[in-house]
Each structure stands twice: as C-alpha cells, then as structure tokens.
C-alpha cells in the first residue's frame, strides 16, 4: 500500500491533507519554502499578537475551516463580529451595509440607486442557488450590469472597484465571479442592517499552530524553508522529488535521502500555483499545461500601518475613486478592538496589480510616501507622525483571473502523471479563493489520494 505522501506547499490546503491523510495512516511529508506555514494566512508578531500578512475574515458560509476549528478543539476561539462596510467615492464615505444604505449612496441618481438595490436583491436571493452558475460564467460582469443594472451602476459603482481589482481584465471578468462575491458578503448579514464576518480569537496562527501539531502528532514530518526543485518522473510516473541546492533544502534531502539524489514518494500533491509548478514540473502534456494557464493570476501588495488613531470608523473600506491607486483600506481595529494590539489602530491598504506595476516593485517607504496624499483623501487630518510602524508584504499569485467558461478548462487534480496530483486556488472554481475553499481544497485532495490508493489507481 502506497504510504510515503509528498506535499508541496505549507498553506491551509496543503496542511489540510497532510492532517486528513494522516489521520488515514499515512505518512506524510510536507515541504514550505518559507520559513513560517500559513502561505497566504500567515502571520506576523505585533503588539504581543499576531496578525495576517493579509487581511483575512469568515463568512457565515465558511462551514468548512469552522468545522475544522471544532475538531481541532478550537470551537470557543470562533467569534462573529458585526462589521461596516463602506464606500469612498466623491471625497467621501459612504456607509454599504445595507439595502437602505444602497438606496443613500449619492454617487448614482435615485433611479440608479433603486435600480440597483433590486438587481443585487434579485442575485441574492432570487438567483443563489448554484444551479444558476451556467448562465453566469458565460457573460461578463461588465456585460451583465449593463444589461440589467444600468450603465450608471456599471460605470459608476462596479468598473471602478474592477478596475482596481483586475485592472486591464475588468471588462473580462465572468459574471459568476462577482454573483458568488455579493451572495456571500450579504448572506453574512444577521438580518437586512448587520452583518457578521467570523476571526479566531488569538488570529488565524491558532489554526495554524493547531494543524502543524495535529500533522506532527499522527506521524507527519513537516520540512521550513525547503525548496522542490523538481517533481521527479519516470516513464510517465512521479516518483519523487529533487531540492533546491540552498543548505536548508538539502538538509531536508539529507535527512530523508542521504546517498540518493533524490527523495522517492509514492504519491506526491502540489499545492503551489500554476505558474510555480510548471517551473518544478516539466513532463504534462500540452493540452494539459494549456488548462493550467487558462487562469491567470493578479498580484497584491499590501502595507500595514499601526498607528496612534484610526483612519475612519470603517472596517471595510471599498476605494471606488480610482485617482486613489489603491483598492481598499481595511481597519482590523474597527473589527478586533484595538484593546487586542495594546490600544493600537492597525490599518491595512490593499491593491492588486500585475508584477510589472511600479507599486509592485516599490520599496516600503516608497509605497507609503506614495500613498500618503490619497490617505489624506480619507481623513484630511492623516499625518505620518501617526504612524508608529510599518510592514510591507507582496504576493505574485493573489487573485486567480478565470475566463469565460472556465469550468470546462479546470485542471483535473488527477494530473496527466500518474501519482501526481495538482490542488491550488484556480481549481477552487466556482468560488473565489479563501481559506475556508482551501481546507475543502485539502480534505477533497485528501479523500481523493486515499480512493486511489485504495482501489490501486
């Protein structure tokens, strides 16, 4: 029976299965090419905490990673939270909780407004079965809106927040993409006014603290800053996997393999993005590689500032200005009190671009000296000296980017190579990326690797 499972990729879908294939009996393996497991949930140390490197919450529909926190013995951590969401267009916030608030956003002639308030209750709660999707990933967001939103709710309320999102793929973005985005936000709503977004107490390292002691204690080893190099294969077989020469990663190679110049496995997952694994993998076919690549990825780059006062009474700020080059600001600390992070206020200001965006390739303090004149747009009154300190993180494969009818050019998990297996976010579809769909991710991944095994596929 096939036993020695590799994972590539620390991130909740990768410590997901080592955990569901450990409890299945076997032995795992799991390889982190950062020095900290968590990927896109990780966390940092501030104020006597931790928090997110990006920002991260619950819905009330995230019923698998809540699950996951109840047999991993951390149920009393999950708390729900009321939330605001706001809007800053026009040199102002607006507040965007609720249909009346909708009904007050200035920004769109009354007629436009009421408009709108009946398409998005129509999506919510008219069309949320997923039976609808056909229709849905078969027209653009832009084309929908127009069509039956209007083109003032389409130009003046979606394009912009799109445009930040996506940037020159806006106009290209499926429908289902945005259908799946309003269903979820307002079905986290605890009647029409409020809504409540779910966090650990003690921020998601707990989870994360909790999965790597759970892999560890059913016999899972579990290997930081090692680097795959390469997926080994043979005759159309993966049989393990090949480090990268850095001391760390052959330490790994040593310790599991001293006189080979590889590590075998039996069976062998890849957690890391597309483009990262056609880097380490290079025997698919073509038709194959073609379906990795249908789905594109945006990049995020994200400052977090720990200030003395807070930047508005908005946990959620969408940034519909587009003179702004920045997508969205997103007050923890009008979500967590700040009693948490010692009466701190932290603030983070989100955007996503492409690599080639000069934000991308700016240092921190030129981010922020950037950003500083648009703060102000925010709060006049915002002034450097309010800032106590600051980070600064990027991450190349934030956003998957699906096209039309991306659900005929999934990658199949069962890769075209026999033992090898592919589990990352463009295969989430037709939800968006988030932890709750990574740990199905990882728990599908699982049971999966477990049926072929079984069955000696």
């Known amino acids: 029976m096939d036993k020695r499972i590799a994972i590539i990729g620390g991130g909740f879908a990768g410590m997901t299965a080592a955990y569901e294939l450990g409890k299945l009996g076997y032995q795992t ?22 928090l997110e490197r990006g920002y991260h919450h619950w819905f009330t529909s995230d019923t698998h990673i809540i699950a996951q926190m109840e047999e991993l013995g951390l149920g009393d951590r999950v708390q729900w939270i009321p939330s605001r969401t706001g809007w800053f267009d026009q040199g102002r916030i607006w507040n965007m909780v609720s249909p009346l608030d909708v009904l007050r956003l200035g920004t769109l002639p009354f007629v436009d407004r009421l408009r709108l308030g009946i398409v998005v209750a129509y999506l919510t709660y008219l069309q949320r079965d997923k039976r609808n999707l056909a229709k849905y990933e078969k027209i653009t ?7 039956y939103g209007g083109r003032n709710a389409w130009e003046k309320v979606w394009s912009p927040l799109f445009r930040g999102k996506f940037g020159a793929e806006a106009e290209n973005i499926p429908m289902e993409w945005h259908w799946y985005k309003i269903v979820l936000r307002i079905g986290s709503r605890k009647g029409i006014t409020k809504e409540a977004l779910g966090y650990p107490r003690g921020s998601f390292q707990v989870l994360i603290d909790a999965l790597e002691q759970a892999v560890k204690k059913h016999g899972g080893k579990i290997f930081l800053g090692a680097t795959v190099a390469r997926v080994v294969v043979e005759n159309g077989v993966a049989i393990g996997l090949r480090f990268a020469d850095d001391d760390t990663s052959q330490r790994a190679q040593r310790e599991l393999a001293p006189n080979e110049s590889f ?10 993005p597309s483009f990262a694994a056609l880097k380490i993998i290079h025997e698919f076919p073509p038709e194959y590689v073609a379906k990795m690549n249908a789905a594109k990825y945006m990049a995020a780059v ?8 807070p930047l508005s009474p908005i946990y959620w700020l969408n940034i519909a200005d587009r003179s702004i080059p920045f997508v969205a600001t997103i007050e923890q600390t009008n979500f967590i009190p700040p009693e948490v992070y010692n009466n701190k206020h932290i603030l ?3 955007n996503y671009l492409t690599p080639a965006s000069p934000y991308f390739q700016m240092s921190r303090d030129e981010l922020f000296n950037a950003y500083l004149p648009h703060l102000q747009k925010i709060n006049p009154r915002f002034s450097p000296d309010w800032v106590e300190e600051m980070w600064h993180f990027k991450e190349a494969a934030a956003q998957p980017v699906v096209p039309l009818n991306y659900s005929k050019m999934i990658p199949e998990h069962r890769t075209p190579i026999r033992n090898l297996y592919l589990a ?9 990326r988030g932890t709750n769909y990574s740990v199905r991710l990882g728990q599908d991944i699982a049971r999966m690797v477990d049926e072929d095994v079984r069955r000696g596929a």
């Open 29 to 50: 393996f799991l390889f982190e090419r950062m020095s900290e497991l968590g990927g896109l949930a990780g966390t940092f140390p501030i104020e006597g905490t931790r």
């Open 141 to 147: 967001a832009a084309e929908w809106w127009k069509k």
């Open 263 to 272: 590590v075998r496995f039996d069976r062998i997952i890849c957690t890391a």
């Open 302 to 309: 994200l400052l977090i500032l720990k200030m003395k006062h």
């Open 348 to 350: 983070y200001v989100s």
């Open 424 to 432: 990352n976010t463009t295969q989430i579809y037709p939800e968006d």
